[in-house]
Each structure stands twice: as structure tokens, then as C-alpha cells.
């Protein structure tokens, strides 16, 4: 079984619907993280947690949110989605800060129409 | 400004034939360097880290400048299967746990 799991794998939306994506560990990792992947612009942080009660925001946060609901899992919500949230979007778990592997779940492909 | 940089490709290399590419980094504060894998449409791995002294995976070969920020990965008798985009993954710029990624550089094995 995959140690970094993603739910759904592909989904497609309409503009103004709410959505969650699901990722869970087995690792046993605290840190935990929410990236997004867009042709030409590479990985990009929205969201990651340190622990449980930890929740910090990346780089592009803005139209996205969070739950830490326990350590092996970690969701990510769009409110109101918008096409220009059509995107790859990875979770991915690690071990310890910055010296550590960061492991990927398979990803999940979101298209807003 | 850029923290993280790597030409984007495509690399069209024969196979069994040698590859080179490299990544630059704004940050000299940096202290860890990795290169990730990704396959099309698949999630990044890490295909090695990049040590000071350089180091050696089979056929494949990191190397850090610090002097010159950037990090290099040779692949030496390059297969078809090698095709891939690479990652380079820095330490010491913006993101979680200080992780920043480049875009990635696009290389593909022709036979």
C-alpha cells in the first residue's frame, strides 16, 4: 500500500462549488504539506502543518483552506472554485525540517469548468 | 526574484549518450540541495541528494559549486527510461521548512 494517499485522483467541478481533497500518511510524519502544480510554473506551497495544532500558510493560500483533522491526515478545501484553480495538486508528508526527503502522494488532477 | 533556476528543456540526448544539466540558487545561505524526479503526470521523488563533496548513484552524479550557487546532475549511458523532468531542491529560500523547487528541467532519451 502507498505510504501518501490522495482522494479523489480526478475530479472535475463547476465554478462556485465547494470541493475537499483527502490526503492521508502512514509514514508517522508530523510535517505535512499541500502543493499545487501548474504547467511551466513548478510546484507551489498553498498550505503545510507542522503538527496537529499547527497550520501555516505557503505561498498561494488565497481561495484555499485547511484541517489538520489528526497526524495522518491533512485536507484541503476550495470554497468557491474557479477555473484558475484547475490544477495538479500533490500532498506530501516528511520527517523532519528542511535536511529531509519530502514524500508525494500520487496527486489529484482538478479541473474547474 | 528567482531563488531556485533551471533551463526548462526539452533535452533531446541519444540514448546511451551523456547528459549534464545544472541549477542555480540566489541564496548562499543554503545548506541542503536534493534532485527530484517526476514522470509525467506522477508525483516528484527524490532521486538523490546533493552532498559537498559531491556524490555518485550507479550512473548518476551530483556535484554542489558554493562558490558558484548551483548544483549539477550528470547522467552517464543515459536510457530510454531516464526520460523524466528534473527537479532541483534547495534549502534556504522561501516555503515551508525553507524547501524551495525549481521548475524543472525536461529531458528526453531518444533511441
Known amino acids: 500500500d502507498a505510504d501518501v494517499t490522495q482522494t479523489p485522483r480526478n475530479r472535475i467541478t463547476k465554478t462556485g462549488k465547494r470541493i475537499m481533497l483527502e490526503c492521508s500518511q502512514t509514514k508517522g510524519h508530523d510535517r505535512m504539506y499541500w502543493y499545487r502544480q501548474d504547467p511551466g510554473l513548478g510546484l507551489r506551497l498553498i498550505y503545510y502543518?507542522?503538527?496537529?495544532?499547527?497550520?501555516n500558510k505557503g505561498e498561494i493560500s488565497d481561495g484555499y483552506s485547511v484541517s489538520r483533522q489528526a497526524q495522518a491526515k491533512f485536507s484541503l478545501s476550495l470554497e468557491s472554485a474557479i477555473p484558475n484553480q484547475t490544477a495538479l495538486y500533490f500532498c506530501?508528508?516528511?520527517?523532519?525540517?528542511?535536511?529531509?526527503?519530502?514524500?508525494f502522494g500520487p496527486g489529484t488532477r482538478l479541473t474547474v469548468t | 526574484r528567482k531563488e531556485v533556476e533551471q533551463d526548462p528543456g526539452p533535452f533531446n540526448v541519444p540514448e546511451g549518450a551523456t547528459v549534464a544539466f545544472n541549477c542555480t540558487y540566489s541564496?548562499?545561505?543554503?545548506?541542503?540541495f536534493f534532485w527530484y524526479r517526476q514522470d509525467c503526470r506522477k508525483e516528484p521523488k527524490l532521486l538523490m541528494s546533493v552532498y559537498s563533496s559531491g556524490n555518485e548513484d550507479g550512473r548518476f552524479t551530483a556535484q554542489l559549486n558554493r562558490a558558484s550557487q548551483y548544483i549539477s546532475l550528470l547522467i552517464r549511458d543515459s536510457k530510454l527510461s531516464d526520460s523524466a523532468t528534473y527537479l532541483c531542491v534547495v534549502n534556504g529560500g522561501g516555503g515551508a521548512d525553507g524547501l524551495t523547487f525549481g521548475k524543472g528541467t525536461h529531458l528526453i532519451i531518444q533511441p
Open positions: 541564496n548562499s545561505a543554503s545548506q541542503s
Open positions: 506530501a508528508t516528511s520527517e523532519a525540517p528542511g535536511l529531509a526527503e519530502q514524500y
Open positions: 502543518s507542522f503538527d496537529v495544532k499547527d497550520i
